[in-house]
């Protein structure tokens, strides 16, 4: 993977980044304590990117993104991504988290069932844990058994995750069947 670019921009939880190659979306990074460092983490995680103005789709992207961050009805499942660089095993996690809406969640052990491995929830987890696009592959959609927050691995932690949460209306965690992806 050939990464072309990347940018910054200010969201409702700070000032976030995303990288693109001709394929799609490399990377979203959720916010760090300041833009520079953002900046230095983005840079980092994809070191062949240089910053400049997105391309028009990457614009789109960005603009629905924020929507998303506002609290408002976005979809980000058909947003173009490069995933090649993930296992084949964390795309096939990414493509059913993709799949639950905003304001809804799923346990980790539900994702593993869907991909026919019920034994594999830990694994999930880790995939997502590892998720280059979160908020665009909603990792922070994926909760523990029972609804527990469990982890999350952007600056902030499960604060950043509930937050998150709140911003799209899901009802309280642990709020049992209501709270889960239909």
Known sequence: ??????????????????????????????????????????????????????????????????????????????????????????RKVYEVARTIPPGRTMTYGEIAKRLGVPHESREVGQALGRNPVAIIVPCHRVLGADGKMGGFSATGGVSTKRRMLEIEGAPEVGAGPLFAAR
């Open 1 to 90: 993977m050939s990464t072309l670019g990347f940018t910054l921009f200010d969201s409702p939880i700070g000032t976030c980044g995303l990288a693109w190659s001709a394929r799609g979306i490399a990377g979203l990074q959720l916010p760090e304590a300041s833009a520079e460092a953002t900046r230095k983490r983005l840079q980092r995680r994809w070191s062949d990117a240089v910053e400049s103005d997105p391309p028009p789709g990457v614009g789109r992207a960005i603009e629905r993104v924020l929507q998303l961050l506002k609290g408002e009805a976005a979809d980000l499942a058909d947003i173009p991504l490069d995933l090649e660089a993930a296992p084949e095993f964390h």
